[in-house]
């Protein structure tokens, strides 16, 4: 884009903001051709702001930008999706927060259609009612082969051998699958069954459809959230938030299932 353009639009998705001043809201918003932004928002905590509303966490939304001087000023906003989905359920909403972080942790400022396009999609999802821990296991291989640290879960990432089809160990700092022989024994490596192995592999080569239409044990999803965490923790060298948060979601969730459950069992 031209620098003498100095109002230009732009698709983007709201990942994060905090309060600025009085009134103004600083947003980091994600773009398909511009990558990651930080934009001020100005006056959009006032009671009559007009864009405060288009504004909000995971919006897909069409701005009108003008360049500042040190940060671009959003002057017109539009909600394009506000995936009313998330905002019904807590864990859905958790999700989404978790994906949105996960993308903020890597994405930079270029263009990246895929990644914005993985972003939305993602969000779609998830506000239309689909397993999001499967929505979310899949954002993340798809997010770490775009941007470059696709896991080896095919050969050893230290003999070079085929897998075969047993389980093995993975090594976060090796960047993928380490075979019994190799793994044994090896500084930071961790076991991983043969079902989460296959697991791994069928994400990597396969389309959201297939990907959904498979049916998991809870196990195997537990293990192989386990691992991707391990993972994205050494390769931000710190832990992410969302996933604490998840976890308190969850036993909330639980909790509130089994008094549904006991209630309705005293009743029959």
């Given at each position: ?11 983007a ?90 993308l ?7 263009e ?14 998830l ?67 043969l ?57 909330l ?16």
């Open positions: 884009m031209p620098s003498r353009d100095r109002v230009y639009r732009t698709e998705v709201v990942l994060r903001r905090k309060e600025l001043g009085e009134a103004d809201r600083l947003l980091t918003v994600y773009t398909p051709a511009m990558g990651k932004l930080r934009l001020v928002a100005k006056g959009v905590r006032r009671p009559r702001s007009r864009k405060a509303g288009h504004l909000e966490l995971f919006n897909r939304v069409n701005l009108l930008l003008a360049r500042g001087r040190e940060l671009d000023i959003i002057t017109q906003a539009e909600a394009m999706d506000v995936y009313p989905g998330l905002r019904d359920d807590l864990v859905r909403f958790g999700h989404a927060a978790y994906v949105v972080e996960l903020d942790c890597f994405a930079v400022e270029e990246n259609r895929a990644l914005y396009r993985l972003l939305v999609e993602t969000l779609e999802r506000s239309a009612g689909v397993d999001p821990a499967i929505v979310a296991r899949f954002f993340e291989v798809r997010l770490l082969e775009g941007m470059g640290y696709r896991p080896q879960v095919f050969h050893c990432v230290g003999c070079g051998g085929e897998t075969r089809p047993e389980a093995q160990y993975f090594s976060a700092r090796e960047g993928g699958v380490l075979c019994p022989k190799c793994g044994s024994g090896r500084r930071g490596a961790r076991p991983i069954s079902a989460g192995l296959k697991v791994l592999r069928h994400y990597q080569r396969s389309s959201f459809a297939a990907v959904a239409s498979a049916r998991l044990r809870p196990e195997v999803h537990a293990e192989i959230e386990s691992l991707m965490e391990g993972y994205l923790t050494y390769l931000l060298e710190r832990r992410l938030h969302t996933p604490g948060f998840l976890q308190r979601v969850r036993r969730a639980r909790g509130e299932a089994e008094l549904q459950s006991s209630g309705e069992a005293r009743q029959a």
